[in-house]
T-cell receptor, first 111, second 112 residues
């Protein structure tokens, strides 16, 4: 039973445009959400996070939005750059429990 | 070291052999995770250590898999009698109260 779902295996976006990656979760006890970026042959690197007491967190070109009623979060990257091409993992955790990851979305930034 | 360190970075083993994968977490991090990523798949949770609590082993795929964490620091993931389906990248991560997990570079395991 997937508690964290990323329904789009891949996404292609033109350089300079906005990339929107989506994630849904099922466990209402999750109170902390994270996005990770992974390049081939490297471990995932932390990108941005959001607590359930917020609905938006911004860090430079990256913004994460959280809709608790819909159990949905999204990562916006604007403007998209070639170096953003990677696999993006959505993750969530309960306050005292393990982090659960989605299956990832491969983002391709087109020139 | 400054980050999570895993060794070896690559391991090729024959089917049926046992392997041990090592993880050195970031100093002071109380939580340690093991995940694996098979070809084309997402991050599959294996096991979670948090402080002195009993580990959450709910993700271990079979009893051939085991892990320990000595002294609240270094962890070893052991796979006995390896099978070809065990081939994957095994990733270790650690976290503190900030709840952001930091990953190592992974160990690529190939069972031939």
């Amino acid at each position: 039973d997937q508690q964290v779902k990323q329904n789009s295996p891949s996404l292609s976006v033109q350089e300079g445009r906005i990339s929107i990656l989506n994630c849904d979760y099922t466990n209402s006890m999750f109170d902390y959400f994270l996005w990770y970026k992974k390049y081939p042959a490297e471990g995932p690197t932390f990108l941005i996070s959001i607590s359930s007491i917020k609905d938006k967190n911004e860090d430079g070109r990256f913004t994460v939005f959280l809709n608790k009623s819909a159990k949905h979060l999204s990562l916006h990257i604007v403007p998209s750059q070639p170096g953003d091409s990677a696999v993006y993992f959505c993750a969530a955790s309960d306050w005292d429990d393990k982090i659960i990851f989605g299956k990832g979305t491969r983002l391709h930034i087109l020139p | 070291g400054a980050g999570v360190s895993q060794s070896p970075s690559n391991k090729v083993t024959e089917k049926g052999k046992d392997v041990e994968l090592r993880c050195d977490p970031i100093s002071g991090h109380t939580a340690l995770y093991w995940y694996r990523q098979s070809l084309g798949q997402g991050l599959e949770f294996l096991i979670y250590f948090q402080g002195n609590s009993a580990p959450d082993k709910s993700g271990l795929p079979s009893d051939r898999f085991s892990a320990e964490r000595t002294g609240g620091s270094v962890s070893t993931l052991t796979i006995q009698r390896t099978q070809q389906e065990d081939s994957a990248v095994y990733l270790c991560a650690s976290s503190s109260e900030s709840r952001e997990a930091f990953f190592g570079q992974g160990t690529r395991l190939t069972v031939v």
